[in-house]
């Protein structure tokens, strides 16, 4: 397990980094992040929908309403223009910082 | 799957129903839902994946934040006066309820008895079958009797139900599961309640309508008057029973689901015709019992009957609708 304090600076960066080439809807960000961290990590609902709700205000995200097979309504979140500018910016950062405190602590 | 529902309503239970928040109940369902039938299919049982959902949930703090509600959220969190109730405690709880109900209303049934005595026994006295000092004595002396019963029925009420006398001022916390099986027992409920009201309505104003009949036509003379009111006061006596043990149980629901005069708002203040019974029939016997003595006119002095009747059958009605929103 990781602690949530660390990571909490990095949700808006994980769920953005998600859906930077195509749409996606709330479980299937949770379990693509739980996938890929081989369950280390585990983002909670409440987490992962505070993040697509901050993202959206802000302009980052756009949701759309889309029809599953079995027909019910899911709601899609997709990445605009200014959430991926602020992306690059961020993954700039995360390199610079994991420079940073990797020289620092060893 | 039913569980995870639940678990979500509960949360969302006291969260100002804005757009924001539906919405959010909305995506966080669709999100616990694709999460349990995703551990169902690697063949989790239901168990398993109901206690993995919601375990894996997260809190509404975090959410309160980007909703723009954060101080209702920490005002539920800071409420450390809720008090959680268990099964067995829930079903104890409704028993006294029911108990406490039928206790009162038997206690307002001997006064209005002895009230229906004593008249009777004036009746008798008018028209010269016992004398007429003897029945006062009697009937004052046996009103007096079931007054002090009735009394000593009110103040062991009391001490029984006293103990869950916090659940009119606090916040009840339940489990998921409970508060749906309350919520099912209080819709069963509903059609008998409106049953009793309108059943106990319905009897005080039929005697009522009867005594004013005879009255006004004066077929049977004073005599008939008085054995009607005796009829209007046992009439009053089955129709507070209705009322109470109607009232109560109605009562006992909502405050387990903090809903009707028992919201998180309205717990501090309210009033129902179960409570106010006892005092209200005793204040009747008060002036009746004053009135007669002073003017020692028995002969119309029953007029404080019917119009307590109808009274307290409007106040019941009245209240009864406000409890049921």
């Known amino acids: ?106 | 799957m039913e569980a995870i529902k639940s678990y979500l309503e509960n949360m969302f239970l006291h969260l100002p129903k804005t757009a924001e928040v539906m919405r959010a109940k909305e995506e966080l369902a669709q999100m616990m839902e694709d999460k349990y039938s995703q551990l169902r299919s690697e063949g989790r049982t239901d168990n398993e994946a109901v206690g993995q959902v919601i375990s894996e949930f997260g809190n509404l703090e975090e959410l309160a934040e980007t909703l723009g509600i954060p101080q209702e959220v920490r005002d539920l969190e800071a409420d450390t006066k809720d008090i959680a109730l268990s099964d067995a405690e829930v079903e104890r709880y409704l028993q006294v309820s029911k108990e406490t109900g039928k206790r009162i209303a038997l206690g307002v049934g001997l006064i209005l008895l002895g009230v229906a005595n004593l008249i009777f026994l004036n009746a008798l006295a008018e028209r010269g079958y016992v004398a007429e000092k003897i029945a006062q004595a009697a009937g004052v002396g046996g009103l007096l009797l079931m007054i002090a019963l009735a009394v000593y029925i009110f103040i062991m009420a009391g001490v029984k139900s006293g103990k869950y006398e916090n659940l009119e001022t606090t916040i009840v916390k339940i489990d998921p599961y409970l508060h749906d099986r309350i919520v099912q027992m209080k819709e069963d409920y509903r059609p008998d309640f409106a049953r009793r009201i309108a059943g106990g309505v319905g009897l005080i104003l039929l005697s009522v309508v009867a005594l004013v009949t005879v009255a006004i036509l004066e077929v049977g003379g004073e005599f008939a008057v008085m054995l009607l009111v005796c009829v209007l006061l046992l009439a009053i006596g089955s129709a507070v029973g209705l009322f109470i043990s109607a009232g109560s149980e109605m009562e006992a629901y909502d405050k387990l689901l903090n809903e009707g005069d028992y919201t998180k708002q309205h717990k501090a203040e309210n009033s129902f015709a179960g409570k106010i019974s006892g005092p209200y029939w005793l204040l009747a016997v008060v002036i009746y019992l004053t009135w007669s003595f002073i003017t020692n006119d028995w002969g119309s002095t029953w007029i404080v009957w019917p119009i307590a009747g109808v009274l307290f059958a409007l106040i019941s009605a009245v209240s009864s609708l406000i409890t049921k929103r």
């Open chain 1, 1 to 106: 397990m990781i602690s949530s304090d660390v990571i909490r600076g990095y949700t808006d960066t994980i769920i953005l980094s998600l859906l930077r080439n195509e749409p996606g809807y709330g479980y299937e960000i949770s379990r693509q992040i739980s996938e890929i961290t081989n369950q280390k990590y585990v983002m909670r609902e409440t987490t992962l929908y505070s993040a697509f709700n901050r993202l959206e205000q802000n302009g980052y995200l756009r949701s759309f309403y889309g029809t599953e097979s079995n027909g019910k309504r899911r709601t899609y979140y997709e990445i605009t223009q200014e959430g991926k500018a602020y992306l690059t910016e961020k993954l700039d950062e995360w390199e610079l910082t994991k420079e940073i405190i990797g020289k620092i602590i060893r």
